[in-house]
């Protein structure tokens, strides 16, 4: 709905729900009418612009933390011929609030982990340092630009020269000469 997308954008500012809300780590469902009773809620800009274009009256939140840190929050509303929420679906909605938890907590860390990821990638890709991550059986998992560089040049030099230079045991100098095909196409 449009109106869905308008409070995202612009009316979330008026949430009164939000702006009073007791909402804290220790607390995870919380039923909008007991801290917002429906005579203030009535008067507010949040309702006429936004409750009453989705024909809602009375909401629920079920909030995610991990530790002190919010992560989620998943509204239910109901309109005015629904009701209020009742303490049974209140206690349906704590049952169902680590399920939810746990979703959204594996969510969040899989964005995490794909946030540091790119991080990495990002802070190799531009390094000086020639970076490859090989995995423990020596096959190729990552390398950045000045690798292929490095690795190219270094197989360039003469076998002795090289031994000179540096010494590095046979099995990864096996990889390195299996890998720069792949690094150099």
């Not at 303490?87 to 969040?108: C, G, N, Y």
């Amino acid at each position: 709905k449009p109106v869905l997308d308008r409070y995202i954008q612009s009316d979330h500012d008026f949430d009164i729900w939000l702006k009073r809300s007791p909402v804290h780590p220790r607390v995870t469902v919380v039923r909008h009418s007991d801290y917002t009773p429906r005579h203030i809620l009535v008067r507010t800009r949040f309702y006429k612009r936004t409750l009453t274009a989705l024909d809602s009256e009375h909401g629920i939140s079920l909030v995610v933390w991990r530790a002190r840190t919010w992560l989620a929050t998943m509204t239910v509303f109901r309109n005015a011929h629904q009701g209020d929420f009742q303490a049974e679906d209140i206690a349906d909605l704590k049952s169902w609030q680590p399920h939810v938890a746990s979703a959204i907590k594996r969510m969040a860390s899989v964005q995490e982990n794909n946030l540091t990821r790119q991080a990495l990638d990002v802070f190799a890709e531009r390094s000086a340092v020639g970076v490859a991550i090989l995995d423990w059986q020596l096959s190729l998992l990552y390398f950045n630009r000045t690798a292929r560089r490095l690795l190219a040049k270094w197989l360039e030099i003469d076998t002795p020269k090289r031994n000179q230079s540096v010494r590095i045991p046979p099995e990864i100098l096996e990889t390195i000469r299996r890998v720069l095909p792949k690094i150099e196409a």
